[in-house]
């Protein structure tokens, strides 16, 4: 499995941003789907957005609008742009990888990074 590390959280004020990170460690990163998901406190993990090795996107209607995943291939990496951020929106985030869309959709996986905490609060 892929290993990857995720950064770039932190406290946020409503309508706020932040851009989260995750570099995976893979020498055919171009060669997978890759997801960010995230897990608020007493909930369980959601999918919020995929972004296909085409380059392809989806989003939870959650964050439809607000939230842009996009990567780079030459860096290994995936990025979360998160806007209008709201208190709702907290949560560790975490991202992970895999070569099938579906699978990664399903988000069932054996492993996991440490996420990264993102806080939206005044």
């Known amino acids: 499995q892929v290993q990857v590390v995720e950064s770039g959280g932190g406290l946020v004020q409503p309508g706020g941003s932040l851009r989260l990170s995750c570099a995976a460690s893979?020498?055919?990163?171009?060669?997978?789907?890759m997801g960010w998901y995230r897990q608020a406190p007493g909930k369980q993990r959601e999918l919020v957005a995929t972004i296909t090795s085409g380059g392809s996107t989806n989003y939870a209607d959650s964050v439809k609008g607000r939230f842009t995943i996009s990567r780079d291939n030459a860096k290994n990496t995936v990025y979360l742009q998160m806007n209008s951020l709201k208190p709702e929106d907290t949560a560790v985030y975490y991202c992970?990888?895999?070569?099938?869309?579906?699978?990664?959709?399903?988000?069932?996986?054996?492993?996991w990074g440490q996420g990264t905490q993102v806080t939206v609060s005044s």
């Open positions: 992970n990888a895999h070569k099938v869309l579906a699978a990664l959709m399903s988000g069932a996986f054996g492993s």
């Open positions: 893979t020498s055919i990163f171009r060669a997978y789907a």
